[in-house]
């Protein structure tokens, strides 16, 4: 048997699960919408027709706090990050000096970035 015959059929379960799953979804779910069901969520913020002071970022006056977003993306690509040493120390007998070489590169380029964040203030909430 091929090597990549295991793959290709785990790929076509999740895929024919997920297909299955939207279809049913679709067939089976509540058909019961109401107002307050259509109209799109903003965060807990009541949506207004039209922005009252105008310009990107403005939610009812008020300036829209980006300081979630940047904290979400750093934990995002922080984890990232984190998640190539598992690879690594899995296989870290097989991959010899080469190996060990690159992760204490990739380790000190994402321990330069952390250093970088930390100074800037990026971690800390006000």
Known sequence: MNIEV???????I???????????????????YNRAK???YEC???PTPHAVAGGPGDIGGQRFPVKYYLTAMLFII????????YPWAVHFDALGLFGFAAMALF??????AYA???RRGGLSWE
């Open 107 to 112: 380790i000190v380029n994402v321990s330069v």
């Open 6 to 12: 295991p793959a290709l059929v785990l790929g076509a």
């Open 78 to 85: 922080f984890d990232i990050e984190i998640v190539f040493l």
């Open 44 to 46: 807990g913020i009541e």
């Open 116 to 118: 970088y964040e930390w």
């Open 14 to 32: 999740a895929a024919a699960f997920a297909v299955f799953s939207v279809i049913m979804a679709a067939l089976v779910g509540p058909k019961r």
């Open 38 to 40: 259509l109209e799109p």
